[in-house]
């Protein structure tokens, strides 16, 4: 069946850096979606990819489908504390009609 | 503004006893959707639901199940608890999936089996 993975499953960044975290699937993919998961939270969803080669921003996060619709990253510019979270990517099956598979997810950790 | 809720946000309960989780969602969502998550492993679907009374196997519904008489209402059944099923339970609705946006999940029910 299909299988979403990311990397890396923890991310240590400190106060202002730069980071990637990368979602790939072991299937062509429709759609992909990230959600943001906050301590203590529950996940919120964040965007929709669709296109292939599909890039978005929303303020420091740029979302990027790939060209293949198989993999996707996020990337976060100039970190802040407000960043912390778990960050998960989910994919729909062009065969999977409802049902989004969902990464294990990327802890964020922010040092300041 | 709360627009999935999930009746108890902390449940204790016990070995072999039969357990209620509900979710109601005031967006006239089509779809529901029950997941756990666990740490390393992400969210695992359960089951979903596309409509009343119908219902899908997700990747892990044994030793659940799930009744949706009212569209709004979506309830994950424990038939008899067991301590491997002690999770995070999140509740999620849609609409048709990929159209609009994405899923709205509840705030979870943490559930502990002793």
């Known amino acids: 069946g299909q299988q979403v993975m990311q990397i890396p499953q923890y991310q240590h960044v400190q106060e202002g850096e730069d980071f990637t975290t990368y979602c790939n699937s072991s299937t062509t993919l429709s759609n992909i979606q990230w959600y943001k998961q906050r301590p203590g939270g529950h996940p919120v969803f964040l965007i929709q990819?669709?296109?292939?080669?599909e890039v978005k921003k929303q303020k420091r996060l740029t979302f990027q489908f790939g060209e293949a619709k198989k993999n996707s990253s996020l990337h976060i510019t100039a970190t802040q504390t407000t960043d912390v979270g778990t960050y998960f990517c989910a994919g729909l099956g062009t065969d999977s009609w409802g049902k989004f598979q969902f990464g294990a997810g990327t802890q964020v950790v922010v040092t300041p | 503004d709360v627009k999935v809720t999930q009746s108890s946000r902390y449940l204790v309960k016990r070995t072999g006893e039969k357990v209620f989780l509900e979710c109601v969602q005031d967006m006239d969502h089509e779809n529901m959707f029950w997941y756990r998550q666990d740490p390393g492993l992400g969210l695992r679907l359960i089951y979903f639901?596309?409509?009343?009374?119908?219902?899908e196997k997700g990747d892990i519904p044994e030793g659940y199940s799930v009744s949706r008489e009212k569209k709004e209402r979506f309830s994950l059944i424990l038939e008899s608890a067991s301590t491997n099923q002690t999770s995070m339970y999140l509740c999620a609705s849609s609409y048709v999936p990929g159209v609009l946006d994405g899923y709205t999940f509840g705030s979870g029910t943490r559930l502990t089996v002793v």
């Open positions: 639901s596309y409509d009343v009374k119908m219902k």
């Open positions: 990819l669709v296109k292939s080669g």
